[in-house]
Structures are given as structure tokens and as C-alpha cells.
């Protein structure tokens, strides 16, 4: 009888009674375990197929077998934003990272509170033994539910300056600050500033180190520099055309991210503002993008390889065992200087 036929889920007994064997050669035919005769092992594989039995990957779990996969989770509430390169390079980064071992990778998109229950529950089953995160924002209570579900978590980047769960961040502040000193150190006064989403800490961040350096250097930051975005190009073309409408003298722009900062560019351009000599260009990230505008980008380089890699390195060892201690990791940015400023 073929399970589309059957009533109910399949039980590990109903396959041994099919294939007329005991519950213990089911089990070790399903662990892939030696000893079993191969005319037994075909029977009970037999049997698993025609009843569409799926093995109880939880119990399987709690008896200290492992999965062998980890899930990428991306909690980004608007699906516009997966067409940003962050969420490819950081794909990329981390399963360059996992080529070398014997783990898979699973790439699962949460939106929702109800995408957050039902991923817990999946993780929970024993289907993944490790998670890692990337897109967090503030107020995401998905970090803290797989902590207390007992789940290893890496998170790239925070949610807070108070954060928990282990993270590998870039040195979003210091690099920020970075780009308005050699903006100061050109001749640049009026350096205006694209952020990105303020619920999110990387933004925060970003914005920071903008402050700090104008402050340090001991000019007055106006409320017409600050404009918030959301890392996408089109919000970058939004609050570059709000920012020299406010003020026209404006004579540098750090843009949180390159996708921000082409769409400054493509404002400027259209105004008739010449980049760099009226108006200087620095971006944020420094992926494959940043080398192909017009002018190409200077930009601040987040190390997403070596982030990358120190995630999985920070997982795996978590899943060997979980009682080690949190992590927080950041890693150093750096300027690289081309055309745009």
C-alpha cells in the first residue's frame, strides 16, 4: 500500500513490519551502520520508499548524531533588499568558507514572526546543528529564541552595543571615521552623510564614526546632512537628491553603503555635479560594484571573506561544544582610495 493511500504519518514499526525485519535493522539501515545483509538493507530501503517514511531526525539528534548541515538565515523583512551584492558576497563568503568540510549549507529566508517559529521548530528537529544569521535587526528576537532552544548561533554583525550571541562584525565606527578624515584632509567642509536603516546597528555604527570625525575636527554637524536610507541604490538616488536640495554647498557625501552611494552618484550626475571635483563620493562595503561607476568608487573595504571564514570557524567550534564561551569578534576596514573622492 502506498503511503498517499495511508492515513497518519509512517512509524519505524509499520517499516520494519513491511519489510520483516525488527525496529533495531530499520534504525541501523537508516544511520547507514554496518552489519546489515544488503538483500535486508534493500528490503527495509524498499519499504521506507513505499511508505514515504521519514526518519525522526530529532531522536536521531538527541542520540548524538549530527545533521551535518548548517542553515544561512537571512532576516530581512522586505525581499527588495536580497537584490543588494551584501547578501551574495556574504552567501559566497560563507559557503567558501564550509567548501573545505563536509557540512551543508541551507539558505532559508525569515520575514515574519510566524517564519521565526516555524524555523525554530525546523532547527529544533535536528535538521541543522548550527545556524548562522546576517541581516539582524534591533528589536529581532530570533538570535535569543535558538539560544534558548540550545542551538549554536554566529551572527554577522549586532543588534546592539549589548549583544549576546556570539557575532563577527566589521569595524563599522572606525571606519567611517576613516572616510570623513581623508574627506577633512582633501578640503572637504561640508560632508553630508547617507545612512543606512537606523534599526539596525551596523547603520548606528556607520553614523557614528561619521559624527565622531566631524567632531573631533570641530565642525558643527547640520540636520540637513544626515538622511536615512536603507542600503538600496534607490534610497541612496532619494536622500542624495533630498540632501542637495536642503543644501546645495554641500562638497562630500559618505554614502553606508556602495549600493547607496551609486545612486548618489547617478543624482549628481544628473544635477550636473562633477564628482569629484564639486562633489566627493565615498562608499561603504567595497564589492565588485564600487569598481565599475563613474567614477569608480572610493569606498570602505569590510573584510566579508575573513568575516566569512571566522563565522564558520566560530560555529563549528560551538557545535564540538556548546559550553564554550560567547564570541564577539570585529574585524579591522580600510579605505581604498579611487576616483570618486
Same mark, same amino acid.
Given at each position: 500500500m502506498g503511503s498517499r493511500q495511508r492515513p497518519g504519518t509512517p512509524t519505524l514499526e509499520e517499516v520494519a513490519a513491511l519489510a520483516g525485519v525488527g525496529r533495531g535493522t530499520v534504525s541501523r539501515v537508516i %544511520? %547507514?551502520? *554496518?552489519g546489515v545483509r544488503d538483500s535486508t538493507r534493500r528490503a527495509v530501503q524498499r519499504a521506507i520508499a513505499e511508505l514515504g517514511y521519514v526518519p525522526n531526525l530529532a531522536a536521531r539528534s538527541l542520540a548524538g548524531r549530527r545533521a551535518d548541515a548548517v542553515a544561512l538565515v537571512m532576516t530581512e523583512p522586505d525581499w527588495r533588499k536580497f537584490g543588494d551584492p551584501f547578501f551574495a558576497e556574504a552567501v559566497r563568503a560563507v559557503g567558501d568558507a564550509l567548501a573545505d568540510t563536509k557540512v551543508q549549507l541551507l539558505l532559508t529566508l525569515v520575514r515574519t514572526d510566524a517564519d521565526r517559529r516555524r524555523f525554530v521548530e525546523y532547527a529544533r528537529g535536528g535538521r541543522v546543528d $548550527? /545556524? @548562522?544569521l546576517m541581516s539582524v535587526? &534591533? +528589536?529581532d528576537a530570533l538570535p535569543d529564541m535558538l539560544a534558548d532552544a540550545g542551538l549554536p548561533t554566529v551572527m554577522l554583525g549586532r543588534r546592539s552595543v549589548d549583544e549576546t550571541v556570539t557575532y563577527v562584525d566589521a569595524d563599522n565606527a572606525g571606519g &567611517? =571615521?576613516? *572616510?570623513v578624515a581623508h574627506l577633512l584632509n582633501s578640503g572637504r567642509g561640508a560632508i553630508a552623510t547617507i545612512t543606512g536603516p537606523l534599526d539596525m546597528y551596523v547603520a548606528q555604527c556607520r553614523l557614528r564614526g561619521y559624527r565622531e570625525a566631524l !567632531? =573631533? *575636527?570641530g565642525v558643527e554637524i547640520k540636520p540637513t546632512w544626515v538622511v536615512e536610507g536603507d542600503f538600496t541604490e534607490e534610497s541612496g538616488r532619494r536622500a542624495m537628491a533630498e540632501i542637495i536640495d536642503r543644501d546645495p554647498k554641500i562638497d562630500a557625501v559618505l554614502a553606508a553603503s556602495d549600493s547607496m552611494a551609486a545612486g548618489a552618484l547617478? /543624482? @549628481?550626475h544628473a544635477a550636473g555635479r562633477r564628482v569629484p571635483e564639486d562633489v566627493a563620493v565615498i562608499g561603504f562595503d567595497d564589492f565588485l560594484r564600487a569598481r565599475h561607476t563613474e567614477p569608480k568608487l572610493t569606498t570602505v573595504r569590510q573584510p566579508l !571573506? +575573513?568575516? $566569512?571564514r571566522t563565522m564558520v570557524r566560530l560555529l563549528l567550534e560551538e557545535m564540538e561544544d556548546s559550553a564554550v564561551a560567547w564570541r564577539h569578534v570585529i574585524l579591522r576596514? +580600510? @579605505?581604498v582610495l579611487r576616483d570618486s573622492a
Open positions: %544511520n %547507514n551502520a *554496518a $548550527g /545556524v @548562522l535587526h &534591533a +528589536e &567611517a =571615521r576613516s *572616510a !567632531e =573631533r *575636527a547617478s /543624482v @549628481l !571573506e +575573513e568575516i $566569512g576596514t +580600510e @579605505l
